[in-house]
């Protein structure tokens, strides 16, 4: 994970660097630091914390690397790191950017470097002293000994990187190169910003675009170098080469908080908005056919599909997980969903007839990305579901489906795009199901009637915020907390416990309902509230005898269910009621109290809601 800006050009730097380490700060907030070449002195000013404590810093104390030299037409160069610690602690001394030892090379990074130890070894063997527990000093330090070898600053560049396994995107400044920042690349994401007489870089092309309309994409083992004149490619052969310069999608001001407290509250009350963009674009009323006009699948190939594999982390799992419900019942295909970090240890038992999905709102997720190339090289097709057009994802898949309509999800936990992406696998398994044509199957018009109308139903369910919030409180200074559903539900449950986890700290399970007796109920006392997604439907009267047994072992009951829901008002303790739905399509109503119950509790308890402890956006390492 990580986050890398760069900047060479006319403009007061600070203000450049800290804009555009705010905008990638979704990638980690352990420390932040930046380094900055005046002309005459390299400095690096780092801190471990959120960036605010760097910002409060260089306030006081911007004196000594604010990248001045007092001449009048000076250039600017320098640039910032934000961390997700993975070696070493999160401290000052382990923050980005590093030196190397005599203090002429700094380097940010982002990624892994898988045998750093090994090259660590042989560095101090030959007498160099290490500061910090990173992989990234390896690099800085190797840089540094291949330097003075060679005096290239590209051969050494080209060099170090050969010694390198892993992932990496380095931002390097060279004392003796004042006005150039290098940059280097794999496996990791980088981007160059051009812009009139100063140049920019970063981890992300929404960052450029707040500085920039046009941008490079670096591609794997190409390094760029940086002025304010200009930008030169080469490959790690160190021949130049030419690269495509391309319009940067200029994102909407995603930093506004449009008057909510954080920025998830207002990502969870965007959600039928983006409901309703998505079907507007893809299914605008209940009697057309989901416009996927774009997606070259053949009919022979829909008709003849083996088996469907969704790959996915996290949320989007969840959201596959619901998908093979949807999928198997509209199509019976065989749909399997995998837990992308475990496909990596699994056999993959794919062919050419098979249709693999991967989900991902950042599409850089590193697990998912390599679960897929796994995948697809046993010939399956893929078709990749994200939100950011401009994701290893989204470049990875011929076929894609953006959600980019949710608009950037900025809080870390995600909420619109988990309703985003169920909304597009609905769509997708009704899609493959028209296609299929079976007369069983045709009879798609009640569903996508239901489907038209969820906007309207998330938009009633969100109404109820204060509701929730009152309901809810009286159960924040629980120990634990236990979620229970069946069948569509199941995966609601354990969505729920992910965010109340990460929000509130405080522990959550969710489990199938019917799995309590075998274990899981051996944990609930008083302390342990158990919260049941009870929709009316197939599942109801099973749930409602697990939450039973739930109840006669003494925990607190919280129901999930319709509106009217007498039988279920009789025996929980407290009631959070979403308006009435048909059990397919509950998932979209369910989910939302289950936001708020961990949106309200994580706020009571204090919690930084937007960046819990430990987390990051986008978790670019295996
Ligand atoms: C939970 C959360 C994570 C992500 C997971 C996958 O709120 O945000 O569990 O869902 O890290 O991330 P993406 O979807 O970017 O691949």
Redesign the pocket.
């Known amino acids: 994970m990580c986050g890398i800006v760069g900047y060479v050009g006319n403009k007061e730097i600070i203000p450049i660097l800290l804009e555009g380490l705010h905008s990638l700060e979704y990638r980690g907030y352990d420390s932040s630091g930046i380094a900055i070449h005046d002309g005459k002195v390299l400095s690096v000013l780092k801190s471990v914390g959120k960036l605010s404590k760097l910002e409060e810093i260089l306030k006081n104390d911007a004196g000594s690397v604010n990248g001045k030299n007092g001449k009048n037409e000076h250039v600017y160069c320098g640039i910032g790191h934000t961390r997700w610690a993975t070696h070493g602690e999160p401290s000052d001394i382990n923050a980005h950017p590093h030196f190397d030892s005599d203090e002429k090379i700094a380097v940010v990074h982002n990624g892994i470097i898988r045998n750093y130890q090994e090259v660590k070894d042989k560095l101090v063997k030959s007498g160099i002293k290490f500061l910090t527990q990173t992989d990234t000093e390896v690099i800085v330090q190797l840089i540094a000994k291949y330097l003075k070898e060679n005096n290239s600053v590209l051969s050494t560049i080209c060099k170090t990187v050969s010694d390198l396994e892993g992932s990496y995107a380095l931002a390097i400044l060279f004392k003796e190169k004042p006005d150039k920042i290098y940059a280097v690349r794999k496996e990791s994401p980088l981007v160059i910003g051009l812009g009139e007489k100063e140049n920019y870089l970063a981890s992300d092309s929404p960052t450029l675009s707040r500085f920039v309309d046009k941008i490079v994409r670096l591609g794997d083992n190409e390094i760029a170098e940086v002025t304010k004149e200009k930008v030169e490619f080469f490959n790690t052969k160190g021949e130049k080469i030419n690269k495509t310069v391309q319009k940067v999608i200029k994102s909407k001001d995603f930093l506004d908080k449009r008057g909510f407290k954080h920025y998830l509250e207002k990502e969870i009350n965007e959600q039928s908005e983006v409901i309703s963009n998505l079907l507007n674009e893809f299914l605008p009323s209940s009697d057309s056919k989901v416009k996927f006009d774009h997606l070259k699948l053949k009919p022979e190939f829909l008709k003849n599909i083996d088996r469907i594999l969704i790959l ?6 969840h959201s596959g997980l619901i998908a093979k419900y949807v999928f198997e019942n509209l199509t019976s295909i065989p749909t399997e969903v995998q837990f ?1 970090s475990e496909y990596l240890n699994i056999k993959p038992l794919l062919s050419e007839k098979s249709l693999v999905i991967g ?7 590193a697990d ?1 990305l390599t679960a897929i190339k796994r995948a697809v090289s046993c010939g399956a097709t893929l078709v990749g579901i ?1 939100n950011r057009a401009d994701s290893a ?1 989204a470049d990875l898949s011929k076929e894609r489906l953006l959600i980019s309509k949710a608009g950037l999800e900025v809080s ?4 619109k ?2 309703t985003a992406q169920i909304t597009m696998l609905y769509l997708l398994a009704i899609y493959i199901s028209e296609i299929l044509g079976s007369t069983e199957r045709n009879n798609l018009k009640p569903l996508k009637q239901e489907l038209r109308l969820i906007p309207r139903l998330v938009d009633q369910t969100l109404t109820r915020a204060e509701y929730y919030q009152e309901q809810v409180l009286k159960y924040a200074n629980k120990r634990d907390f236990v979620f229970i559903g069946r069948g569509i539900n199941y995966p609601i449950a354990l969505e729920a416990a ?2 109340l986890k ?1 929000l509130s700290y405080i522990h959550a399970s969710g489990y199938a309902s019917g799995e309590m007796k075998h274990g899981p109920i051996a944990v609930l006392d008083p302390n342990v509230p158990v919260v049941s997604i009870i929709v009316p439907g197939e599942t109801y009267d099973r749930v409602f005898q697990n939450s039973l047994e739930a109840k006669s072992r003494s925990a607190p009951m919280i129901a999930v269910t319709v509106d009217g829901d007498k039988k279920a008002e009789s025996i929980f303790d407290t009631v959070l009621h979403v308006p009435p739905v048909t059990e397919v399509m509950s998932p979209f109503l369910t989910v939302i109290p289950m936001q708020f119950l961990a949106y309200y509790i994580a706020e009571h308890l204090g919690r930084d809601v937007d960046q819990p402890r430990n ?1 990051a ?3 670019t390492v295996e």
Not at 359 to 365: D, P, R
């Open positions: 996915a982390c996290g949320t989007a799992y992308a989900i991902s709102q950042s599409g850089e997720t998912t994200t994802l870390v936990a995600a909420t795009t988990f992910l965010k990460e987390l956006k986008s978790v």
